[in-house]
């Protein structure tokens, strides 16, 4: 079942008339989340038909403003429209403490259970285990701790060809070692291979959103084997000495990251606020990886 | 001199993707200050062009998110465009520690001094005595303590005429009296009025901002002589007992405010987000007070 990729910012630390800061929306099966949520991401997910009390979870990678100044509004507007069920929001330790002052000094009791699960920027952690998805936190390098995370399909059994099975008249009781992939051996020994027997694998979909984040060299233990990640791309590659500095990537240093995960398609965001236009830091990562999409507000993925 | 006010938001609690949450641009001669800062104000000030490097303070009325979610956001970016000088907050306690534990999370150290001035809200307080205007605080009566702002021109001199001056031979010690409004009296015992020595005075500007308020009977003699007035207008009439509740006003209970300050215009605005199109709001305001305007974002008003 592919995941629904929505970009409601893409935009760096300094918002501009075309690019909110950092928020993305994903649905997985009937299930909708959000991945950090800058200034202005309760108007964007309004103007791109994202319903806040679809939201089962916001996701803060870490506490700088552009990727959370906008939780404190999102929050209060679904008190305001009368939200009741739970809502859970993972993130760093402090965002609590952030959330207590405002609502205590707006004299705020909010209507709908707030849940905190603090993440950790040393550890990957699984934070969801859902019936046929999980996901992850995992490490970066920025300036303050900072974690992506990882959504995962669980590879579902194989679905066995009917009349393959009646054919070979196979027992029930090694059906469930041919929806994990086994051959099967006939009464003369004659081996069917497992292809013959079942239907061509589905995919699980995968995606990993690395945030802001200087190359990071545990990435390629983390989320081995997805499919799809989005790499902060803030700078084109002659501003190498301005990502170093501010522990941000170029779009050089985000195509390698997806070359070495092994990765099939990558999104690049996050750009500096010098870039009027993207085409230059699309065309820069693809000549390292060509299954790139430089992001834009509003942009719609299906992942598979 | 006139003061020249930009509306960068109109709605409520709940912002709509027509009306950002409470902000207003004020320009007083060359000083810009901004009056609350609700989310999504800095992009609201870059889309109307009013230049986050010079503003010189910011007024927040209350601490309801509406009115100051933008805040930490504004003063970030100012901080990433490099801003040095001094920037004065003036509004409740507790922003200056909401502030506080948001900075401390992003280990952000602004390159800039920021001042904290602490407001009351039960009584009317001078905040700025600048050379040419003063600018108040006053109380409103809303669910949790909220100031309106009153910013007022000082009444300049009369300019004398010249020629008159001369005709009359009026000696130089007499004319900041008259300068000040007093007539001229001749060696011959005949009294030259006021009026034909001197032009007609420059009225002075003045305007006070509303927040968040229901009926405050100490308006009257807060904003006493003040000729443009904005006052939140969040339902229309019907809905009166709703506006008892949140501590909110009505259309005709902001239009009968206007009418017993003695203003000469009415602004409207802080629409309940149920409210589409603002004709009827307008309308219903205009039938107590008929110089009315209910704003929209975007709208520039040349206040004199």
């Given at each position: 079942m592919p995941f629904e990729l929505t970009i409601l910012g893409c935009g760096s630390a300094t918002p501009t008339l075309s690019r909110n800061p950092t928020s993305q929306h994903l649905r997985i099966y009937n299930t909708e989340y959000l991945i950090d949520c800058g200034e202005g991401t309760q108007l964007q997910m309004l103007k791109l038909h994202c319903k806040t009390s679809r939201l089962k979870a916001i996701f803060i990678s870490h506490l700088h403003g552009d990727h959370f100044f906008g939780l404190p509004g999102l929050l209060s507007t679904m008190h305001l429209m009368g939200r009741k069920n739970k809502l859970t929001v993972y993130g760093p330790a402090a965002i609590q403490e952030i959330l207590r002052v405002q609502f205590e000094a707006s004299e705020t009791d909010l209507r709908y259970p707030l849940e905190f699960i603090v993440t950790h920027a040393d550890r990957k952690e699984l934070l969801i285990d859902a019936g046929g998805y999980t996901v992850h936190s995992f490490p970066l390098n920025h300036r303050i701790p900072c974690t992506g995370f990882l959504f995962q399909e669980k590879q579902r059994p194989r679905n066995l060809r009917r009349d393959r099975i009646q054919q070979y008249n196979v027992p029930v009781v090694q059906m469930k070692a041919i929806k994990a992939g086994a051959d099967f051996t006939l009464p003369n020994g004659d081996v069917i291979p497992n292809a013959e027997l079942t239907f061509p694998l589905h995919k699980a979909a995968s995606y990993a959103f690395c945030s802001d984040?200087?190359?990071?060299?545990s990435l390629v233990n983390s989320i081995?084997?997805?499919e799809w990640i989005y790499h902060e791309a803030t700078f084109l590659n002659d501003l190498s000495d301005r990502a170093v500095d501010t522990f941000h990537s170029t779009t050089l240093q985000a195509a390698q990251a997806a070359l070495e995960v092994g990765a099939k398609k990558l999104l690049i965001g996050h750009y500096s606020s010098r870039y009027a236009a993207i085409s230059e830091l699309q065309s820069e990562a693809a000549s390292v990886f060509p299954e790139v999409v430089a992001v834009e507000d509003g942009m719609v993925f299906t992942i598979f």
């Open positions: 984040t200087a190359p990071e060299p081995a084997g997805v």
